[in-house]
C-alpha cells in the first residue's frame, strides 16, 4: 500500500495521559498536514510541515499539541495531559511537491479519551 | 477570519436525479476550491478541484462552478447513483498553507 498510512488505528487513554500518533505520507511527498475531525463536522487543521520546517499552526491549538517531522518523512503528533474535549479522528494528509494542491489523506487515528 | 459555510447538511435524492451542493466562503484570497467524498468510516478523498482563474470544471457526473465576486461556489452530480451516497465537503486554500473545510453534505441517493 503506498498511500498515507497512520498509526495507530484506535487510541483509548484516561484523562491526563500523554498520546503520540504517527503519520507516514507518500514516498516523496514533500509536504504533511494534521487535521482534527469530529462527528458531523469537516477536517479542521491542525498544523502544516513542507520538509521538515512546521511553517503554520492553527491559533486553535493549545500548548498541549505539539508535531514534528524531525527528518522531513514522517511526522508525530503527541497531545499532552489529554482531555475528553480531545477525543476526536486525527486526521494527516500529504501533498507532492510542486504545483500541486491535492492532498491524499491516512485513514486517521480515533482517539478517545475517557 | 477565515470562513466556509456549506449548505445543505442533509441533502435526500432519487437515483437518476441531479445534487447540488453550494459553499460560500469568506477570505477574497482564497485560491483553490477541493471537494472531498467521505464515505462511512473512510478518509476524505479528493473528487474534483478548481482553481480561482477558472469558472467551471467537469469530471463526467461531476462539476464544479466558482462565482469568485460572489464568493460561492457549488458541486453538481448528475445522474446520480446509489454508490454516490457519502458525506461531501467543500474547502478553500488561500495563498498560504491553511485548507478550511466546511462542515459537510450528507447525501443519500434512494434507489
Known amino acids: 500500500d503506498t498511500g498515507v498510512s497512520q498509526d495507530p488505528r484506535h487510541k483509548i487513554t484516561k484523562r491526563g495521559q500523554n498520546v503520540t500518533f504517527r503519520c507516514d505520507p507518500i514516498s516523496e511527498h514533500n509536504r504533511l498536514y494534521w487535521y482534527r475531525q469530529t462527528l458531523g463536522q469537516g477536517p479542521e487543521f491542525l498544523t502544516y510541515f513542507q520538509n521538515e520546517a512546521q511553517l503554520e499552526k492553527s491559533r486553535l491549538l493549545s500548548d498541549r499539541f505539539s508535531a514534528e517531522r524531525p527528518k522531513g518523512s514522517f511526522s508525530t503528533l503527541e497531545i499532552q495531559r489529554t482531555e475528553q474535549g480531545d477525543s476526536a479522528m486525527y486526521l494527516c494528509a500529504s501533498s507532492p511537491r510542486m504545483n500541486s494542491d491535492t492532498q491524499y489523506f491516512g485513514p486517521g487515528t480515533r482517539l478517545t479519551v475517557l | 477570519g477565515e470562513n466556509v459555510e456549506q449548505h445543505p447538511s442533509t441533502l435526500s435524492v432519487q437515483e437518476g436525479d441531479s445534487a447540488v451542493i453550494k459553499c460560500t466562503y469568506s477570505?477574497?484570497?482564497?485560491?483553490?476550491f477541493p471537494w472531498y467524498k467521505q464515505e462511512l468510516g473512510k478518509r476524505p478523498q479528493l473528487i474534483i478541484d478548481?482553481?480561482?482563474?477558472?469558472g467551471e470544471k467537469k469530471d463526467q457526473r461531476i462539476a464544479v462552478t466558482l462565482n469568485k465576486t460572489a464568493k460561492h461556489f457549488s458541486l453538481h452530480i448528475t445522474e446520480t447513483q446509489p454508490e454516490d451516497s457519502a458525506v461531501y465537503f467543500c474547502?478553500?486554500?488561500?495563498?498560504?498553507?491553511?485548507?478550511?473545510f466546511g462542515a459537510g453534505t450528507r447525501l443519500f441517493v434512494k434507489a
Open positions: 478548481i482553481r480561482s482563474n477558472v
Open positions: 474547502a478553500t486554500k488561500t495563498g498560504g498553507f491553511k485548507t478550511i
Open positions: 477570505d477574497s484570497a482564497s485560491n483553490y
